[in-house]
């Protein structure tokens, strides 16, 4: 029998059911794992307004999306109410389940089933009836710029595509309440602009409420209200405004034009007053702790030229001083521990180890890439940035002697890669987009596996294991399982097993791809570390803030180079009397926009 207290409640939420979409109140979750409990989520307390999007941020692991679960009722929560659209999800699953619709991460999609036939199944599993299935599959494909490829497997669809179907999937029937889990991990910036104007599409004309988590910063400030979760509890729910308006006076702009920009922020990073600091253009980007700017002629006194500036400040500002106020940070790894042997072999040599000379792969006809060329330095940091489907990743794979060239030249560390491939991998480390860690071994199982891969045995097998368990942070975790690892300690996980054999060139596929602001700076910590031992980094990746760490970029299109510069450079395609300070995200979408397809060639 229900206790008077929690129909009192029930009748209380109900009463609210009006004025919100979905409401948690004091919601935990609780889950048995090996043989000790975990808390998913800790007595939260969350309302999502009719015809809002509403953002849930926070770190990996923090419970967002145990959240969605919860409100999507695939999931009943150990103790407190959750109301969806006015309907007790723990009583009534079914009812919620059929008045919602919920995108999970990977978009759920059936990749043996072309377009219509996912979206076939859909409508059967939603029940929409087949006379209303025409101009529905019309209005989303229309919607989706879908089209033209109704009759392809979803599998052959780039990631962006992918993503715009799995959201036509989940709207098939008209849902009141659209729950997204981080939709868009893994697309590039064109295809999460088109669905942030798709979102927004459906919200105006269609009146529907949103509950989006995402990993992304920059779309967190779209939403018209923020919900930021830590270990399961709420740190707050407010605008981005009001978010942000607490941070006035403590965000500001360094320039040091003697330095690296990357040694600038080592050097502010250190700095006890010093909460974030990140590279931003020519600039260093610095949050303080109080309400006062950086002391540069304590920090820079050799660099008469430093100077500093105000800068307007963002919602990740915010984010990023409550989750260093709720936690210590894992310590960062010594500037001389990481890989100091490169410059040693080397010295500071600046020479190219990387050329590549007009190459070109062919999957029968089509050019996946077609005739690029492009060459890396020793100890720089060189972005491939692109669309999905560009040819970023099938110009790695060949660059790692993964995948033959069709043609051109490809040489790594002095290796020509057409006829030594197995010979130039004993130079490279590869950390690909997904990590490739064996989930059913533990930390340590994975760090010998990859030695011995790496040719590593005996005594110095076991030196650099211990090195990596001591340097990573990960001795009291070296028995866990890699697949139960939060993202972020998979990433850490995934770089420690990539530099075991100290690699000279360091080959990145989407390393941060999911994982939080705090996880990305400190993966971004080692790089910078990496690259001024002199380690050759090559990488990928759809944040374009984080390209900003790169020395140089190169932007890729339809298999081709469509520029290739220092960001900064790169910036001045998008300056126009209405953007006069372009973000290198506004640049990119210009360029990509701005480009006419170019044909294959045979």
Known sequence: MTP?????????????????????????????????????????????????????IGPDGAGKTTLMRLAAALMVPDDGHILVL??????????????????????????????????D??????????????????????????????????????????????????????????????????????????????????VKEEGMSVLLSTAYMDEAERCHEVVL??????????????????????????????????????ILS?????????????????????????????????????????????????????????????????????????????????????????AQRRFGQFYAVNHISFEVRRGEVFGLLGANGAGKSTTFRMLCGLLPPSGGELTVAGVNLRKAPSVARAHIGYMSQKFSLYGQLSVLQNLRFFSSAYGLSGTRREERTTWALNQFDFVSLSDALSSDLPLGYQQRLALACALMH???????????????????????????????????????????????????????????ILTIGEPTEIKTHARTADTPDPTLEDAFIALIENQQPVGATS
């Open 4 to 56: 008077p207290e929690s129909i009192q409640e029930h009748r209380t939420l109900a009463s609210e059911s009006d004025s919100v979409a979905l409401h948690f109140q004091e919601v935990c979750k609780r889950f048995d794992t090996d043989g000790r409990q975990v808390t998913a989520l800790q007595h939260v307390t969350l309302r999502v307004r009719p015809g809002f999007v509403t953002g849930l």
């Open 86 to 119: 006015g309907i007790d999800a723990a009583h009534d699953p079914l009812a919620v389940q059929s008045s919602i619709g919920y995108m999970p991460q990977r978009f759920g999609l059936y990749e043996d089933l072309t377009v219509q036939e996912n979206l």
């Open 121 to 202: 199944l859909y409508a059967d599993l939603q029940g929409l009836p087949k006379p209303e299935r025409p101009p529905r599959y019309h209005q989303l494909m229309h919607m989706t710029g879908l089209t033209p490829f109704t009759s392809r497997l979803a599998g052959r669809l780039s990631g962006g595509m992918k993503q715009k179907l799995g959201l036509a999937c989940t709207l098939v029937r008209r849902p009141r309440l659209l729950l997204l889990d981080e939709p868009t991990v893994g697309v590039d910036p064109v295809s999460r602009r088109e669905l942030w104007n798709i979102v927004y599409g459906l």
């Open 229 to 266: 979760l830590h270990e399961g509890k709420i740190l707050g729910q407010d605008t981005p405004q009001r978010f942000r308006s607490t941070m006035r006076g403590r965000t500001f702009r360094v320039t040091v034009p003697t330095l690296k920009k990357r040694t600038v922020q080592e």
């Open 270 to 358: 250190l700095d006890v007053h010093v909460c974030d600091a990140v590279i931003q253009g020519d600039h260093v980007r610095v949050v303080m702790d109080t309400p006062a700017p950086p002391d540069v002629g304590r920090l820079f006194p050799n660099d008469p030229k430093a100077t500093r500036g105000p800068v307007p400040p963002r919602l990740e500002d915010r984010f990023i001083a409550m989750l260093k106020m709720q936690q210590s940070l894992h310590p960062t790894p010594s500037p001389h521990s990481l890989n100091p042997v490169i410059k040693e072999r080397y010295g500071d040599s600046t020479s190219s180890v990387i050329h590549v000379r007009d």
């Open 502 to 560: 100290e690699p000279e060139i360091l080959f990145l596929d989407e390393p941060t791809s999911g994982v939080d602001p705090l996880a990305r700076r400190e993966f971004w910590h080692r790089i910078n570390i990496l690259a001024e031992q002199g380690v050759t980094i090559l990488v990928t990746t759809h944040f374009m803030e984080e390209a900003e760490y790169c020395d140089r970029i190169a932007i890729m299109v339809a298999g081709q």
